[in-house]
């Protein structure tokens, strides 16, 4: 379990950053509730976890009004998108080689979606599955519509010219802005079909990418491996990443410092050290934890708003209402309002 590790690269964040300003929107606002610094955002340290890049995509989705917020912000995604394994991709010698290095390296593309291919005729059918540990952000249809928008977008920088699919096959209805996808796909699209797949024809995948180089597409696998090692290793020692951990698991209105610290099987005033140790404190992981369950919780309209105060540890609705515009300085019911009008 690591969704609220920051533990991936944020290259994906200054294209973000370029499509919200362009939109008319600051950092400030699409950071909202992450509780990553507007100055970290083109720093090549900074590290986001799953939890964070979900609160972006809700706030983008929130603040951009257009139904084809998915597909554009999609689109901007471009191949840089995956750091250094980028250059795994570009350098592989066709594009199926270059997706299935992608499918290898799942955990740091952070794939909501299990991938599978199967070639039929002239054509290869990629099968697209739901993972079930990963619930999208806003909903299916956003989360297709980004999934669709960026694989056209890398795939032609891939092959460096104009792609799209020849079918696209989903299982969910037709959404109320569906000819919006006609506009952004350029095929034609089924809606209410047995299972989820994108069809592409397979002379394209086996088209010869331009930059074709081995020697650099081991080198960037290896690095890559290499982050995917970080990755295990981090998860092992990161004390913050463990509190937030077991605050995840833990009842917010009656966990305390004692009990998480006895969860941990250390003294309070060791967590206490470690945490100082590591430039934080319990009270703060405590606080962006009561904010990041307060935004997800806030996706489902039909929550009760005192359900969200009990579930996220706050005594009363005006507590968390409070807590709320204190930390975000948006009220409460307006951020709500912004997010289920479009869902």
Not at 24 to 48: F, Q, R
Not at 233 to 257: F, P
Request: glycine fraction near 4%; charge should be positive; include cysteine.
């Amino acid at each position: 379990m690591y969704e609220n590790q920051a533990i991936f690269p944020s290259a994906e964040l200054s294209l973000i950053k370029a499509f919200m300003q362009a939109e008319g929107h600051s950092a400030e606002k699409w950071l909202l509730g992450t509780g990553i610094p507007i100055n970290s955002i083109n720093e090549v340290d900074t590290l986001v976890s799953l939890n964070q890049f979900d609160i972006i995509y809700r706030n983008v989705f929130r603040l951009i009004k257009t139904k084809d917020v998915g597909f554009r912000l999609g689109q901007s995604l471009n191949i840089s998108r995956w750091g250094v394994l980028s250059l795994a991709f570009i350098s592989s010698s066709t594009l199926g080689i270059a997706l299935e290095i992608a499918n290898q390296h799942r955990v740091l593309v952070r794939s909501r979606f299990d991938l599978s291919h199967d070639i039929q005729g002239g054509q290869v059918k990629i099968v697209v599955r739901e993972s079930a540990s990963m619930p999208f952000p806003v909903n299916i249809a956003f989360g297709f519509e980004m999934l669709i928008g960026s694989l056209q977008r890398q795939v032609a920088d891939l092959l460096n010219m104009e792609f799209s699919f020849d079918l696209i096959q989903l299982q969910y209805p037709a959404p109320s802005h569906h000819k919006v996808y006609q506009q952004f796909c350029n095929c034609r699209v089924e809606f209410n079909a047995n299972e989820n797949a994108l069809w592409v024809p397979l002379t394209i995948m086996k088209r010869p990418l331009d930059l074709e180089n081995s020697v650099v597409k081991k080198q960037a696998i290896q690095i890559s491996e290499g982050e995917m090692l970080r990755v295990a290793k981090i998860q092992e020692g990161d004390i913050a990443w463990l509190v937030r951990t077991e605050l995840s698991r833990s009842d917010l209105h009656t966990v305390n410092l004692e009990r998480l610290s006895q969860s941990l099987d250390m003294s309070p005033r060791t967590l206490r050290r470690k945490l100082k140790n590591a430039g934080t404190s319990y009270r703060e992981i405590y606080q962006q934890s009561q904010l990041q369950m307060i935004i997800q919780a806030l996706v489902n309209h039909k929550t009760k708003l005192s359900e969200i105060a009990v579930s996220c540890g706050f005594s009363s609705v005006a507590g968390l209402r409070q807590a709320f515009i204190r930390w975000t300085g948006i009220p409460l019911s307006q951020y709500r309002q912004q997010l289920t009008d479009r869902c």
